[in-house]
C-alpha cells in the first residue's frame, strides 16, 4: 500500500465500509482472523448510516485504503481539541498479516499530526483483547489508566461476556512541520 492508494471516504463509500468493519470485527461463527471480537460481543460493529453520520461531521474523517476497485481498510479520526480518537481500524479478512493496517495506522496518524493538528492520538479497545492492546503498545501507544465499561447504547453491538471493558491507550505526535 501507497500513500496514493489512501483517500478520505466519499458519502458513496458508506456501504463498503460498513460491510468491511463488520467482517473484520463481527464476521459470521468459525471465521478465521485475530482481529474479530464475535466471540465477546454480537451485532454489527457499524451501519452504513453510522458511517454517514460520521462523515457529516467536520470534525470526523474516515481514511480509506483502496487496491483495484475496492476498499480493503478503514480507519476513522475524529478531531476534538489536540487530541484526535482514533477507531473503526479494519482491514479485509483477506489481507490481514500483509501489513495493510500498520501501514493505515501510521498513514493515519501522520494525518491526525499534519492536517488535523492533533497532538496525541486516542483509542478505546477492548480490555478482554489482549493481543489487540500489545499491537498499539508495540506501536507506541501507552494505557493512560482509564478503564470504563462498554459502550452497550452506542449502538456498536452487545457484549456477550459479563465485565466487558474498555481501556484507553494515548499516543503522543511529532508536531506538524
Excluded at 478505546?124 to 507506541?140: C, D, I, K, N, T
Aim: proline letters at 7%; charged letters at 20%; aromatic letters at 4%.
Amino acid at each position: 500500500m501507497n500513500p496514493d492508494d489512501v483517500r478520505p471516504a466519499r458519502h458513496d463509500d458508506a456501504e463498503d465500509i460498513a460491510r468491511l468493519v463488520n467482517a473484520a470485527y463481527r464476521p459470521g461463527s468459525g471465521a478465521a482472523g485475530w482481529t474479530h471480537e464475535g466471540a465477546i460481543v454480537g451485532g454489527p460493529r457499524v451501519t452504513a448510516a453510522q458511517i454517514l453520520d460520521a462523515l457529516q461531521q467536520a470534525s470526523t474523517v474516515i481514511l480509506v485504503a483502496r487496491s483495484g476497485d475496492g476498499i480493503v481498510a478503514c480507519v476513522q479520526l475524529q478531531k476534538a481539541a489536540e487530541i484526535c480518537h482514533l477507531g473503526l481500524l479494519a482491514v479485509d479478512p483477506e489481507r490481514q498479516g500483509q501489513d495493510v493496517g500498520k501501514q493505515l495506522l501510521s498513514h493515519a496518524e501522520a494525518h491526525a499530526s499534519e492536517t488535523m493538528n492533533c497532538r496525541t492520538v486516542r483509542i478505546a479497545v477492548l480490555s478482554q483483547r489482549p493481543e489487540l492492546m500489545a499491537f498499539y503498545v508495540r506501536r507506541g501507544y501507552r494505557t493512560v489508566g482509564a478503564v470504563s465499561d462498554y459502550p452497550i447504547a452506542s449502538g456498536v453491538g452487545t457484549p456477550l461476556v459479563n465485565g466487558l471493558t474498555v481501556e484507553t491507550l494515548d499516543k503522543p505526535l511529532p508536531p506538524s512541520p
